[in-house]
């Protein structure tokens, strides 16, 4: 099971500039340009350094510009979906570490709570006479969001969560629709496609009753997804060509399930790979609507 900090690592590594547009919309502005170049920071090498302290939880972006013009800044981003186990002090002792070991000042911590108001806004060390330590991040609190506000946003981060912010109940459908609009508009890639239709089903949730009425009243969005898995049975068949046509959807339907869901177990792989023709064809129509990977190769 990919957990909601998996998602968002994946949001934030697919989409840096976006992300940082959205979530740390008051330093990036004007300074995320398009001179501009995002770099993950590794985190397999921060952890030889780090130790046992380390916690595979945030995602460092080094913004830095080729030209020399400014001064590299580091975005540390942290999704936390729950804000009771927040931990500013844990936030301030990474940052520090982070700054210790890229040889910089210039930090901007950034918190994404998924559910919930922020934690603890601010922590400040000191005695009766001085303040010593003086720490605070940028937060985005998406369940506070109207989504009225980015529905039509032509930020692919913010459509996409969408689902995450806050609307009434009765406007779900919409939300998603919404949502995936801006999915299938602004991104032109069927692979990624695919996987973020995942991310939009997982936060909206929708039951199979509001997904008929989604298709009824929103048909060309609904239309759009069944194109998906015709683009994928299309691109399978054009590889198949190359590798032999079973060999080749197999391997695709594989790929898109690992972008859906993550690792698929060996057991399912075997299956897929063992499939017939006719088999693979009809996964491949379901994995548009699966929650799962058993609903995918039930």
């Known amino acids: 099971m990919i957990t909601h900090d998996q998602n968002f690592k994946n949001l934030i590594l697919d989409y840096p ?23 993950p920071v590794r985190q397999e090498q921060l952890k030889e350094r780090l130790g046992d302290r380390f916690r595979e939880l945030d995602v460092p972006l080094l913004v830095e510009w080729p030209d020399g013009r400014r001064e590299a800044v580091l975005f540390v981003i942290e999704e936390e979906s729950n804000p009771s ?9 990474y940052c520090l570490d982070l700054a210790e070991l890229l040889k910089t000042d210039r930090v901007v911590p950034v918190v994404v709570f998924l559910r919930g108001g922020c934690g603890r806004a601010e922590l400040v060390l000191g005695g009766e006479r001085h303040t010593y330590l ?10 506070e969001l109207p989504f009225e506000r980015y529905c039509d946003s032509d930020n692919i981060v913010e459509r996409l969560n969408l689902p995450n912010m806050r609307y009434a109940r009765e406007q779900r459908i919409e939300v998603y629709a919404h949502a995936v609009r801006g ?5 032109p890639d ?7 239709l995942g991310f939009i ?30 683009r994928f049975i299309e691109q399978g068949k054009q590889e198949g060509k190359r590798e032999g046509e079973q060999e ?24 897929i790979e063992s499939a017939d023709a006719d088999t693979l064809l009809d996964w491949a129509d379901r994995i548009l609507t699966a929650r799962s990977l058993e609903d995918v190769v039930r």
């Open 17 to 39: 500039r976006q992300a940082l547009a959205f979530f740390a919309a008051e330093e990036a502005r004007g300074i995320v340009d398009v001179e501009a170049r995002i770099v």
């Open 85 to 93: 186990r927040f931990s500013i002090h844990r936030l301030a002792h």
């Open 134 to 143: 003086s720490f605070r991040y940028l937060g985005c609190a998406l369940a």
């Open 183 to 187: 999915l299938t508009t602004l991104e």
């Open 190 to 196: 069927l692979e990624k496609q695919i996987k973020y």
């Open 201 to 230: 089903d997982i936060y909206s949730g929708l039951d199979d009753n509001e997904l008929a009425r989604y298709q009824q009243e929103y048909p060309e969005e609904a239309e759009t997804m069944t194109t998906f898995a015709e």
């Open 248 to 271: 080749g959807e197999a391997r695709i339907l594989i790929r898109l399930l690992q972008r859906k869901f993550g690792d698929v177990p060996e057991a399912i792989r075997r299956r």
